[in-house]
T-cell receptor
Framework: KAGVTQTPRYLIKTRGQQVTLSCSPI?????VSWYQQTPGQGLQFLFE???????NKGNFPGRFSGRQFSNSRSEMNVSTLELGDSALYLC??????????FGPGTRLTVL | KQEVTQIPAALSVPEGENLVLNCSFT??????LQWFRQDPGKGLTSLLL?????REQTSGRLNASLDKSSGRSTLYIAASQPGDSATYLC??????????????FGAGTRLAVHP
């Protein structure tokens, strides 16, 4: 069974731009969660989607948004990028409320 | 506030040693606890999942225990090898947190196993 995939793997953007990251979960998993990892703050929960609905949200500004499609693939969008948004963005999928499996991440650099 | 703490922050051991990584959490009303491994610049690899009703889980040379009453979990690695070098992360989800898939992570323990 294929694992969680994320595209692109690397991105370089400039301040003020927006970016869209994509995540394809393990087949059969309907829950997709997004996390931000930075050296200063560690891993922080962004949001979770289940059956195309946002089920939970972390403490991030409204510039961070997401969505999920009927095939469970998910995208997250960051608008008006700031230098502090530079991070590794990880998505995880799970079947119901069980073990979570993470993708390789998207490394975003904001210049 | 629900928090996860991992001690030590870093550990360097010679190959072959048995070692214990510690994780503590506030609020014993957890849903589950998961241990992950992360290699530099990579994603997270799930090692063990312990449900709140369980006391321990084992996979190969790894054993994870859970003591909800004291708010602690330990990851035991037997006969460590250089390939075990990585950062180990403990993550907890809580009941009533608004979503059982919301994981709160510790800062991790960076392990180096030298030949």
């Amino acid at each position: 069974k294929a694992g969680v995939t994320q595209t692109p793997r690397y991105l370089i953007k400039t301040r003020g731009q927006q970016v869209t990251l994509s995540c394809s979960p393990i087949s059969g998993h309907r829950s997709v969660s997004w996390y931000q990892q930075t050296p200063g703050q560690g891993l922080q929960f962004l949001f979770e989607y289940f059956s195309e609905t946002q089920r939970n949200k972390g403490n991030f500004p409204g510039r961070f948004s997401g969505r999920q499609f009927s095939n469970s693939r998910s995208e997250m969008n960051v608008s008006t990028l700031e230098l502090g948004d530079s991070a590794l963005y990880l998505c995880a999928s799970s079947h119901n409320y069980n073990e979570q499996f993470f993708g390789p991440g998207t490394r975003l650099t904001v210049l | 506030k629900q928090e996860v703490t991992q001690i030590p922050a870093a550990l360097s051991v010679p190959e072959g040693e048995n070692l214990v990584l510690n994780c503590s959490f506030t609020d014993s009303a957890i849903y589950n606890l998961q241990w992950f491994r992360q290699d530099p610049g990579k994603g997270l690899t799930s090692l063990l999942l312990i449900q709140s009703s369980q006391r321990e889980q084992t996979s190969g040379r790894l054993n994870a225990s859970l003591d909800k009453s004291s708010g602690r979990s330990t990851l035991y690695i037997a006969a460590s090898q250089p390939g075990d070098s990585a950062t180990y992360l403990c993550a907890v989800s809580w009941l009533g947190s608004g979503g059982y898939n919301k994981l709160i992570f510790g800062a991790g323990t960076r392990l180096a196993v030298h030949p």
